[in-house]
């Protein structure tokens, strides 16, 4: 990794204005897809409001545009609906329409046999002009989502192949004729074709639109492709401010600012917008995209954290050294105070150094009792965070087996066409409840482990008659389970009722039982919980 420490720097004095818009945009991220959300609400209004199924189908056309690259699902549903609608009418341009739209959606969710089939299903032929160019632009994404993670070269020369095609039908003065070309010259190598293309093409364009946010984005690759970071960085920066300003969370420019601070050193901003962009793709349900940025945020986040546990070696180094001089200041009082004792005739100015001494005295003490609990803190906290962080790469490798054989099983079952087997395992419960139970032993084990002497402390502090004896086998029952979570730091009742699997009322009964049965007061008896085993802790 080239590592610059002043990257950042260069490339905001290069470009003003590119980083600090994103960041304000990234703030107002929300308030963005609000106005989409209200415009989408406009227009099911318009659509319960009308009969004509020739507009309900423009409707759920506009539906389609407006959710494409916000939310697939929704998408899919209006999409879905059309294709009823089309069918009913024996409209074949709608169907064709529809089904290339579904193409794309299915693909980008990671349907590649349902797009698949979808596009099989056209009839090449008899399309239009207009339906050729979204038939062909749809084999384009389809195939580039499916070979994400492949580099399989005959998909790629079906990629170029349909791209080809595109363009011979596509008005070379247009602006998606531009784009293709320019995307056709990447991929052949030749950035300097490309990137002529784009910048010429760039004037003519309204800021914050999707031709503006692409064709800075492809700016950004070409620069990155030649090793000019600070360009890209700009390019990227004002291609992702466009794609957030119009609601898009099918955002590729984040996830490509992130990989270049993260190849130069920045872990801050590189986990920054790391984590947007896996927000947004998670929300719009892009698989392929998910797929691309949480291999990259596992990374980042790692790096992310061991620069966090570097800043707290270097805050426990920072309090050593404090008490060190600590030290020597109370040796230093002391000598002064042992040679003002000498000087008997200044008795005013011995009584006012003895009061500084005091006081003094009183401050170190108060600051050894800070520093006392702050390590006492960080140690239980280092403690915790060692011991679930390894068991939760353990949890996540066995996870990733069980779903690995899992998926064999299932694709046997297909394979073999043994299809009520197959429908019997995905309507099984079983495996889903056999590995929360094993979850929750897990996390019994390893809460006991951490505080051997959680439940005696715990019934410490409720009335004899109201303490709780756990049945054989058992490491720790619901309640108890519950007040685990509290000591962990896990307060807010919606967290704990969604990991233990019951509703959110009650977990509010089992907490308001136990406080009923507290023996210390109701109002500090979950601060005293939270308590538990911080001794312990300290002296281990």
């Given at each position: 990794?080239?590592?610059?420490?002043?990257?950042?720097?260069?490339?905001?004095?290069?470009?003003?204005?590119?980083?600090?818009?994103?960041?304000?945009?990234?703030?107002?991220?929300?308030?963005?897809?609000?106005?989409?959300?209200?415009?989408?609400?406009?227009?099911?209004?318009?659509?319960?409001?009308?009969?004509?199924?020739?507009?309900?189908?423009?409707?759920?056309?506009?539906?389609?545009?407006?959710?494409?690259?916000?939310?697939?699902?929704?998408?899919?549903?209006?999409?879905?609906?059309?294709?009823?609608?089309a069918q009913n009418m024996s409209n074949n341009s709608w169907l064709i329409t529809v089904k290339l739209q579904l193409?794309?959606?299915?693909?980008?969710?990671?349907?590649?046999?349902?797009?698949?089939?979808?596009?099989?299903?056209?009839?090449?032929?008899?399309?239009?002009?207009?339906?050729?160019?979204?038939?062909?632009?749809?084999?384009?994404?389809?195939?580039?989502?499916?070979?994400?993670?492949?580099?399989?070269?005959?998909?790629?020369?079906?990629?170029?192949?349909?791209?080809?095609?595109?363009?011979?039908?596509?008005?070379?003065?247009?602006?998606?004729?531009?784009?293709?070309?320019?995307?056709?010259?990447?991929?052949?190598?030749?950035?300097?074709?490309?990137?002529?293309?784009?910048?010429?093409?760039?004037?003519?364009?309204?800021?914050?639109?999707?031709?503006?946010?692409?064709?800075?984005?492809?700016?950004?690759?070409?620069?990155?492709?030649?090793?000019?970071?600070?360009?890209?960085?700009?390019?990227?920066?004002l291609s992702a401010a466009a794609d957030i300003k119009n609601a898009i969370k099918d955002n590729a420019s984040q996830?490509?600012?992130?990989?270049?601070?993260?190849?130069?050193?920045?872990?801050?901003?590189?986990?920054?917008?790391?984590?947007?962009?896996?927000?947004?793709?998670?929300?719009?349900?892009?698989?392929?995209?998910?797929?691309?940025?949480?291999?990259?945020?596992?990374?980042?986040?790692?790096?992310?954290?061991?620069?966090?546990?570097?800043?707290?070696?270097?805050?426990?180094?920072?309090?050593?050294?404090?008490?060190?001089?600590?030290?020597?200041?109370?040796?230093?009082?002391?000598?002064?105070?042992?040679?003002?004792?000498?000087?008997?005739?200044?008795?005013?100015?011995?009584?006012?150094?003895?009061?500084?001494?005091?006081?003094?005295?009183?401050?170190?003490?108060?600051?050894?009792?800070?520093?006392?609990?702050?390590?006492?803190?960080?140690?239980?906290?280092?403690?915790?965070?060692?011991?679930?962080?390894?068991?939760?790469?353990?949890?996540?490798?066995?996870?990733?087996?069980?779903?690995?054989?899992?998926?064999?099983?299932?694709?046997?079952?297909?394979?073999?066409?043994?299809?009520?087997?197959?429908?019997?395992?995905?309507?099984?419960?079983?495996?889903?409840?056999?590995?929360?139970?094993?979850?929750?032993?897990?996390?019994?084990?390893?809460?006991?482990?951490?505080?051997?002497?959680?439940?005696?402390?715990?019934?410490?502090?409720?009335?004899?008659?109201?303490?709780?004896?756990?049945?054989?086998?058992?490491?720790?029952?619901?309640?108890?389970?519950?007040?685990?979570?509290?000591?962990?730091?896990?307060?807010?009742?919606?967290?704990?009722?969604?990991?233990?699997?019951?509703?959110?009322?009650?977990?509010?009964?089992?907490?308001?039982?136990?406080?009923?049965?507290?023996?210390?007061?109701?109002?500090?008896?979950?601060?005293?919980?939270?308590?538990?085993?911080?001794?312990?802790?300290?002296?281990?």
């Amino acid at each position: 990794m080239l590592i610059s420490s002043n990257f950042v720097t260069r490339a905001q004095d290069n470009n003003p204005d590119a980083l600090r818009i994103l960041n304000q945009v990234i703030h107002h991220k929300s308030d963005y897809a609000l106005q989409k959300e209200q415009r989408i609400d406009e227009l099911k209004k318009l659509k319960t409001a009308i009969q004509s199924t020739e507009k309900q189908l423009h409707i759920n056309s506009s539906l389609y545009e407006e959710y494409q690259k916000y939310r697939i699902d929704s998408a899919i549903f209006y999409c879905r609906e059309s294709l009823q609608l089309a069918q009913n009418m024996s409209n074949n341009s709608w169907l064709i329409t529809v089904k290339l739209q579904l193409a794309n959606l299915y693909s980008s969710l990671g349907g590649y046999l349902e797009s698949a089939d979808l596009l099989k299903s056209v009839p090449r032929n008899s399309l239009s002009k207009n339906q050729k160019i979204d038939y062909y632009d749809a084999y384009i994404q389809f195939y580039e989502h499916y070979t994400t993670n492949s580099h399989n070269k005959t998909y790629k020369q079906l990629i170029d192949s349909y791209r080809d095609t595109l363009l011979t039908l596509l008005p070379d003065t247009s602006v998606r004729y531009q784009i293709n070309l320019a995307q056709r010259n990447i991929r052949s190598s030749n950035l300097k074709a490309a990137e002529a293309t784009l910048l010429k093409l760039l004037p003519s364009q309204k800021k914050n639109t999707g031709d503006y946010a692409m064709i800075t984005y492809l700016l950004g690759s070409i620069y990155e492709t030649q090793h000019q970071n600070e360009q890209a960085v700009n390019y990227y920066a004002l291609s992702a401010a466009a794609d957030i300003k119009n609601a898009i969370k099918d955002n590729a420019s984040q996830q490509a600012l992130a990989l270049i601070f993260y190849r130069t050193g920045d872990i801050d901003h590189a986990y920054r917008y790391t984590r947007a962009a896996i927000e947004d793709a998670i929300f719009c349900n892009v698989k392929f995209r998910t797929l691309r940025i949480s291999e990259l945020y596992s990374i980042i986040n790692i790096a992310y954290l061991n620069k966090e546990s570097k800043q707290k070696n270097q805050l426990k180094f920072s309090l050593v050294l404090i008490s060190i001089l600590f030290v020597f200041l109370l040796i230093t009082v002391i000598y002064v105070y042992k040679q003002m004792r000498k000087v008997s005739r200044i008795k005013e100015e011995l009584s006012t150094s003895s009061q500084q001494l005091a006081r003094l005295n009183a401050e170190l003490s108060d600051v050894n009792t800070h520093l006392s609990k702050s390590n006492t803190s960080l140690s239980e906290a280092n403690q915790v965070k060692e011991a679930y962080i390894a068991q939760f790469f353990d949890l996540c490798s066995t996870y990733i087996n069980k779903l690995e054989n899992y998926r064999k099983a299932l694709n046997k079952k297909a394979t073999e066409k043994q299809l009520d087997e197959l429908f019997k395992m995905l309507r099984s419960t079983t495996m889903v409840n056999s590995e929360v139970e094993d979850l929750y032993r897990i996390f019994d084990t390893i809460f006991i482990n951490l505080y051997p002497n959680f439940i005696i402390e715990f019934n410490a502090l409720l009335n004899q008659d109201e303490q709780i004896f756990l049945k054989p086998g058992e490491l720790l029952n619901t309640e108890l389970r519950i007040y685990a979570l509290i000591r962990l730091g896990i307060t807010d009742s919606v967290k704990i009722a969604a990991f233990l699997r019951y509703s959110l009322s009650t977990i509010y009964n089992y907490r308001t039982s136990a406080r009923n049965k507290a023996a210390v007061s109701r109002d500090h008896f979950e601060d005293m919980v939270m308590k538990i085993g911080t001794i312990s802790l300290k002296n281990s």
